[in-house]
C-alpha cells in the first residue's frame, strides 16, 4: 500500500507539463511533411529560406536519391533535421512563394483594372496623366492605341485561333513600372 505523500508525487508526474505522444508524433509528420516540399524546390529557392548548411545538404541529397527506400530514408532524416529549422519562417515563405502576398496580389490587380480603363475611356489616360506627370504620354497613347488595335483584331479571330496579346501586355508592364501605379 502507497502513503499519501508518495501517492501525491506520483500525482505530480502525471501532470500535462508537457505535449502528449500524439501530440509530439503529429508535429513530427508535419516537419517531414514540410521537409518533403523543401526537396521538391530548386537549389535557388532552398537557398533563399534560413536553412542551416546540414539540412540544406540533407535536401539536397534526398534530390539527387533515386532509389524509393534511399528516397524514404533521407526524407526522414530531413524530418528529424527540420526540429531545429525555423519551420513557422519557412511555412511563411513558401506560402508567399505558391499564393504571392496579398498585397502584391491586390496590386496586380488594380494595375489590371487600370489597364481596362486606359483601353475602354479617354477619360482614364487624362486622370492617369495628371497624377503622373512624369510620364511619357506620346508612348503611353501609342501602347493604348496598339493594344486597341490588337482586341479589335483578336475580335474578329475565327474559333480555336489564339489572340495576341503583345501590346497588350506590354501596356500593363508599363504601368507597372509606373511609380506608385498599382495604388491607382
Same mark, same amino acid.
Given at each position: 500500500?502507497?502513503?499519501? @505523500?508518495?501517492?501525491?508525487?506520483?500525482? %505530480?508526474?502525471?501532470?500535462?507539463?508537457?505535449?502528449s505522444?500524439?501530440?509530439?508524433?503529429? *508535429?513530427?509528420?508535419?516537419?517531414? %511533411?514540410?521537409?518533403?516540399?523543401?526537396?521538391?524546390?530548386?537549389?535557388?529557392?532552398?537557398?533563399?529560406?534560413?536553412?542551416? *548548411?546540414?539540412?540544406? !545538404?540533407?535536401?539536397?541529397?534526398?534530390?539527387?536519391? @533515386?532509389?524509393? !527506400?534511399?528516397?524514404?530514408?533521407?526524407?526522414? $532524416?530531413?524530418?528529424?533535421?527540420?526540429?531545429?529549422?525555423?519551420?513557422?519562417?519557412?511555412?511563411?515563405?513558401?506560402?508567399?512563394?505558391?499564393?504571392?502576398?496579398?498585397? %502584391?496580389?491586390?496590386?496586380?490587380?488594380?494595375?489590371?483594372?487600370?489597364?481596362?480603363?486606359?483601353? !475602354?475611356?479617354?477619360? /482614364?489616360?487624362t486622370?492617369?496623366?495628371?497624377?503622373?506627370?512624369?510620364?511619357?504620354?506620346?508612348?503611353?497613347?501609342?501602347?493604348?492605341?496598339?493594344?486597341?488595335? *490588337? /482586341?479589335?483584331?483578336?475580335? *474578329?479571330l475565327?474559333?480555336?485561333?489564339?489572340?495576341?496579346?503583345?501590346?497588350?501586355? /506590354?501596356? $500593363?508592364?508599363?504601368?507597372?513600372a509606373?511609380?506608385?501605379? /498599382?495604388?491607382?
Amino acid at each position: 500500500m502507497m502513503s499519501d @505523500t508518495s501517492q501525491s508525487l506520483d500525482d %505530480e508526474d502525471d501532470g500535462y507539463d508537457r505535449p502528449s505522444k500524439s501530440q509530439v508524433k503529429r *508535429e513530427m509528420l508535419a516537419l517531414t %511533411e514540410l521537409g518533403k516540399q523543401l526537396i521538391g524546390l530548386s537549389p535557388e529557392r532552398l537557398r533563399q529560406l534560413p536553412l542551416a *548548411e546540414r539540412l540544406y !545538404e540533407a535536401i539536397r541529397e534526398a534530390q539527387r536519391t @533515386t532509389s524509393r !527506400e534511399g528516397l524514404r530514408r533521407q526524407t526522414h $532524416f530531413v524530418g528529424k533535421l527540420m526540429r531545429d529549422a525555423p519551420a513557422d519562417a519557412i511555412r511563411q515563405q513558401l506560402d508567399t512563394w505558391q499564393n504571392g502576398s496579398r498585397e %502584391e496580389t491586390a496590386a496586380m490587380h488594380r494595375l489590371e483594372n487600370l489597364r481596362d480603363r486606359l483601353l !475602354e475611356d479617354d477619360a /482614364a489616360l487624362t486622370e492617369l496623366l495628371a497624377r503622373h506627370p512624369q510620364t511619357d504620354a506620346q508612348q503611353l497613347r501609342t501602347m493604348i492605341r496598339e493594344a486597341r488595335k *490588337e /482586341a479589335r483584331a483578336n475580335a *474578329e479571330l475565327p474559333q480555336g485561333h489564339e489572340p495576341r496579346r503583345k501590346h497588350y501586355r /506590354a501596356l $500593363f508592364q508599363a504601368l507597372k513600372a509606373l511609380p506608385s501605379a /498599382a495604388s491607382n
